[in-house]
């Protein structure tokens, strides 16, 4: 039984950090895309960062790269986000994913497996 299991959320001041952790389990880790969702209130879950197979980071725009890392470690089966500079519109329930696809996007319709999401909450 595949398990997605995200951990590290919790409540920052605005300009703080926080690190997110996705532990998983019940796949061959090394042969999924993985990838970091967010769902802020009221609104639809949107893409944030994307780590490839052979560990290539991408973001969903220069200035979620300019103030996130996210990164797999495959001997742990785990992913990492780190979250710099954090504002109050980063506010979300933050969700990992997995894909086994070829070609994997940006859109949730492209993962397989998803964690039940971790709640982060910048204040102003």
């Known amino acids: 039984q595949v398990s997605l299991v995200e951990s590290g959320g919790g409540l920052v001041q605005a300009g703080g950090s926080l690190t997110l952790s996705c532990a998983t389990s019940?796949?061959?880790?090394?042969?999924?895309?993985m990838a970091w969702f967010r769902q802020s209130p009221g609104g639809k879950r949107g893409f944030v960062a994307q780590?490839?197979?052979?560990?290539?980071?991408?973001y969903a725009s220069d200035f979620e790269k300019s103030r996130f890392f996210a990164f797999r470690d495959n001997a742990k089966n785990t992913i990492t986000l780190q979250m710099h500079s954090l504002r109050p519109e980063d506010t979300a329930v933050y969700y990992c994913?997995?894909?086994?696809?070829?070609?994997?996007?940006?859109?949730?319709?492209?993962?397989?497996?998803w964690g039940q999401g971790t709640q982060v909450t910048v204040s102003s």
């Open positions: 994913a997995a894909s086994g696809l070829n070609q994997v996007g940006t859109t949730e319709q492209d993962y397989d497996f």
């Open positions: 019940g796949l061959s880790f090394s042969k999924y895309v």
């Open positions: 780590i490839s197979r052979s560990s290539t980071s991408t």
